[in-house]
């Protein structure tokens, strides 16, 4: 099944999106949405990024816990660091060229405190294996 639904963007705050008439296809409205997701990335009608780093950061935050597994079970580090590449980076960087260069200050900070989190977990890695 298809489902239809329409998203109007709009950058300018004084224009009101509910003044745009809905779009209607042989006879049936099309609903009307503020954000969607394509391809994994969240867009929304603001043209802001706040849904995709949101979205991102959770993901992430659920997959570190595979890290802190991994080292609780002796694996070599740099077993580690691939999964870190491959299962926590990959989702930082996702389509990054697309929603990165727009991104607020606020958001950033956001993605780069979780990147220390997981730098952090990884030099208690290598502290805890010279010891």
């Not at 950058?11 to 509910?18: D, Q, R």
Request: glycine share 2%.
């Amino acid at each position: 099944m298809l489902i239809k639904q329409e998203l109007v963007i709009c950058s300018n705050k004084k224009v009101n999106t509910y003044d745009i008439p809905q779009l209607c296809i042989h006879g049936s409205n099309i609903d009307r949405v503020t954000k969607f997701k394509l391809l994994g990335v969240f867009i929304s009608s603001d043209l802001s990024w706040d849904s995709r780093v949101t979205y991102m950061l959770q993901k992430v935050a659920k997959r570190m816990y595979c890290i802190i597994y991994l080292v609780k079970a002796g694996v070599l580090v740099c077993d580690i660091l691939c999964v870190y590449c491959t299962v926590i980076r990959s989702v930082l960087e996702y389509a990054c060229p697309v929603w990165h260069p727009d991104l607020t200050k606020k958001l950033s900070k956001d993605i780069e405190r979780i990147q220390k989190r997981c730098l952090k977990l990884c030099t208690q890695i290598f502290h805890t294996m010279k010891h």
